[in-house]
């Protein structure tokens, strides 16, 4: 047999056991001897013991006759061409060109549809092979050619499956796709089923994503007092300190942006929650409201708890949108970039730094408020080591009373001023944001695609697909949260509207 030019069933054999890697090796019949009990005899047929065994036993021994069945070839010309016939497409120009071998005029085929008037137009191209039709079609130059099946539209999604979805169609793009399509077949608007096939190719999708992502618009929260609503992150690991320490526990006042860090030696729940009790409630009161991200430590039921027991209202980011507790994070960057420059060598100091490195952010202006925290809290800048080397104007003395006064009527004109700054810079921001805004609009029922970029544990996250999906949009919560679910049996989850992707695949 001649495996160079292979054509039809072969050729398709061929190519599905290139999936497979193998290696294929003589064996001669002698070495076959464990299949010789199962196969054949040990002895002649003729043997008097084995036929007085099968007797006593009553065991018939039979000759079992099987036949070897080809299956029918679904490409073979009768088949593709029982399936042109069947297309009320190409039905028509079969019927013409078996009827007379001239061209039909427009009046002929005016009638048709705008396909049959497409090939209609590459009638001197078309041709009649073993009673297929066939699209010869000629290189620029006219000294090469190649015929080009005209495909039926039931033959298209196995087509496409094969040469894009394959191993050997490798999930390419539309146009090396395309280009392996018209190598072989022709049909109409080839062009807008490839395109449409790829964009819905789940692998593809999960894989790839979008090509534009989703951004939804920014979602403000107002806070117009001290401690009213309070955000808490956790920083590390960093190195093990000689006390023990290896996280940061940082606290953030939203409407003040007065900062707490504590060093922490490890970020259990328990750990976290006392913390926050005995460090920064025993000293601030309790807060209307926490915000955290959704690590475990945050989401327990440990901090559940005390958070029932004082009444605080606790909020929590979407998963893998740290966006939404930015200004922690913004903090974290400068705590770092801080750390960096005043730890020692070997880096196992960095919880004796803390102290003086809040010294300086509380005594340093906000750009939000256009105060520093401490005046936003205190009334009044922190003195300084500087203060003591250079001098400083010594205070006003005044009574208590008259210092109440001042204190209050300097927190209403301070407050009134940062609030307004706030608002003024907040508005600037989200004015600024959503001229970025992109995306799908979504509504309840759509399917969506959702990225998830968690590494999975014994997997390689290069070889890893981000995408996961599809998706059921369940509820919009607002115009950036919305809750999800994957199948029925499967827990909803709110995540944000920027995490969501449009689903386009055969199960939408």
Same mark, same amino acid.
């Given at each position: 047999? +001649?495996?160079?030019?292979?054509?039809?069933?072969?050729?398709?054999?061929?190519?599905?056991?290139?999936?497979?890697?193998?290696?294929?090796?003589?064996?001669?019949?002698?070495?076959?001897?464990?299949?010789?009990?199962?196969?054949?005899?040990?002895?002649?047929? /003729?043997?008097?013991?084995?036929?007085?065994?099968?007797?006593?036993?009553?065991?018939?021994?039979?000759?079992?006759?099987?036949? !070897?069945?080809?299956?029918?070839?679904?490409?073979?010309?009768?088949?593709?061409?029982?399936?042109?016939?069947?297309?009320?497409?190409?039905?028509?120009?079969?019927?013409?060109?078996?009827?007379?071998?001239?061209?039909?005029?427009?009046?002929? $085929?005016?009638?048709?549809?705008?396909? !049959?008037?497409?090939?209609?137009?590459?009638?001197?191209?078309?041709?009649?092979?073993?009673?297929?039709?066939?699209?010869?079609?000629?290189?620029?130059?006219?000294?090469?050619?190649?015929?080009?099946?005209?495909?039926?539209?039931?033959?298209?999604?196995?087509?496409?499956?094969?040469?894009?979805?394959?191993?050997?169609?490798?999930?390419?793009?539309?146009?090396?796709?395309?280009?392996?399509?018209?190598?072989?077949?022709?049909?109409?608007?080839?062009?807008?089923?490839?395109?449409?096939?790829?964009?819905?190719?789940?692998?593809?999708?999960?894989?790839?994503?979008?090509?534009?992502?989703?951004?939804?618009?920014?979602?403000?929260?107002?806070?117009?007092?001290?401690?009213?609503?309070?955000?808490?992150?956790?920083?590390?690991?960093?190195?093990?300190?000689?006390?023990?320490?290896?996280?940061?526990?940082?606290?953030?006042?939203?409407?003040?942006?007065?900062?707490?860090?504590?060093?922490?030696?490890?970020?259990?729940?328990?750990?976290?929650?006392?913390?926050?009790?005995?460090?920064?409630?025993?000293?601030?009161?309790?807060?209307?409201?926490?915000?955290?991200?959704?690590?475990?430590?945050?989401?327990?039921?440990?901090?559940?708890?005390?958070?029932?027991?004082?009444? $605080?209202?606790?909020?929590? !980011?979407?998963?893998?949108?740290?966006?939404?507790?930015?200004?922690?994070?913004?903090?974290?960057? !400068?705590?770092?970039?801080?750390?960096?420059?005043?730890?020692?060598?070997?880096?196992?100091?960095?919880?004796?730094?803390?102290?003086?490195?809040?010294?300086?952010?509380?005594?340093?202006?906000?750009?939000?408020?256009?105060?520093?925290?401490?005046?936003?809290?205190?009334?009044?800048?922190?003195?300084?080591?500087?203060?003591?080397?250079?001098?400083?104007?010594?205070?006003?003395?005044?009574?208590?009373?008259?210092?109440?006064? +001042?204190?209050?009527?300097?927190?209403?004109?301070?407050?009134?001023?940062?609030?307004?700054?706030?608002?003024?810079?907040?508005?600037?921001?989200?004015?600024?944001?959503?001229?970025?805004?992109?995306?799908?609009?979504?509504?309840?029922?759509?399917?969506?695609?959702?990225?998830?970029?968690?590494?999975?544990?014994?997997?390689?996250?290069?070889?890893?697909?981000?995408?996961?999906?599809?998706?059921?949009?369940?509820?919009?919560?607002?115009?950036?949260?919305?809750?999800?679910?994957?199948?029925? /049996?499967?827990?909803?989850?709110?995540?944000?509207?920027?995490?969501?992707?449009?689903?386009?695949?055969? /199960?939408?």
């Amino acid at each position: 047999m +001649n495996f160079r030019n292979t054509e039809g069933q072969v050729a398709r054999w061929i190519q599905r056991l290139n999936e497979y890697y193998f290696d294929i090796r003589h064996r001669k019949g002698s070495s076959h001897g464990n299949a010789d009990a199962l196969s054949r005899r040990p002895c002649p047929e /003729n043997c008097r013991h084995c036929s007085r065994v099968e007797t006593k036993y009553d065991y018939a021994i039979r000759q079992i006759t099987t036949s !070897t069945a080809t299956p029918p070839d679904p490409w073979s010309d009768e088949k593709v061409r029982e399936d042109q016939m069947a297309d009320p497409d190409i039905k028509p120009l079969i019927e013409f060109m078996e009827s007379s071998s001239n061209k039909p005029s427009w009046q002929d $085929i005016s009638a048709y549809s705008p396909t !049959t008037k497409q090939y209609w137009a590459l009638w001197n191209s078309l041709h009649l092979r073993n009673g297929v039709l066939y699209r010869k079609f000629e290189s620029e130059d006219g000294k090469t050619f190649r015929w080009q099946l005209v495909l039926p539209r039931s033959r298209i999604p196995e087509v496409l499956k094969e040469l894009h979805g394959s191993p050997t169609g490798g999930h390419f793009g539309v146009m090396k796709t395309l280009h392996r399509v018209r190598e072989r077949f022709c049909w109409g608007k080839v062009r807008a089923d490839v395109e449409q096939w790829c964009k819905s190719c789940d692998a593809c999708s999960a894989r790839k994503g979008p090509k534009i992502r989703s951004r939804g618009k920014l979602h403000r929260y107002n806070v117009g007092a001290p401690f009213e609503r309070i955000a808490f992150d956790i920083l590390g690991p960093l190195p093990r300190t000689a006390s023990g320490n290896k996280y940061l526990l940082v606290v953030m006042d939203y409407f003040t942006k007065w900062p707490e860090v504590y060093p922490i030696p490890d970020q259990e729940a328990p750990t976290v929650a006392e913390a926050v009790v005995q460090h920064w409630i025993s000293r601030y009161g309790v807060p209307l409201q926490l915000h955290s991200d959704q690590g475990r430590n945050f989401v327990s039921a440990v901090l559940k708890g005390v958070c029932e027991l004082l009444g $605080i209202d606790k909020t929590k !980011t979407t998963p893998l949108h740290p966006q939404s507790d930015g200004m922690v994070e913004r903090f974290n960057r !400068t705590i770092l970039n801080n750390l960096s420059l005043m730890v020692s060598k070997n880096q196992q100091d960095w919880d004796q730094k803390v102290p003086l490195f809040l010294l300086a952010y509380r005594s340093a202006v906000h750009e939000t408020t256009g105060y520093s925290p401490s005046q936003m809290l205190f009334g009044r800048n922190l003195r300084l080591p500087c203060d003591l080397l250079f001098g400083r104007p010594p205070d006003t003395p005044s009574s208590p009373e008259e210092y109440v006064q +001042n204190l209050q009527a300097n927190f209403e004109d301070v407050h009134h001023l940062a609030r307004e700054r706030i608002n003024l810079r907040t508005e600037k921001m989200k004015t600024r944001y959503d001229t970025k805004a992109t995306g799908h609009q979504f509504k309840e029922g759509d399917k969506v695609w959702f990225y998830n970029p968690t590494r999975r544990k014994g997997l390689s996250p290069k070889l890893q697909s981000h995408w996961d999906g599809p998706y059921t949009i369940l509820k919009i919560i607002n115009d950036v949260v919305i809750r999800i679910r994957k199948s029925t /049996n499967s827990k909803p989850r709110v995540v944000h509207y920027d995490r969501l992707a449009p689903y386009y695949g055969h /199960n939408s």
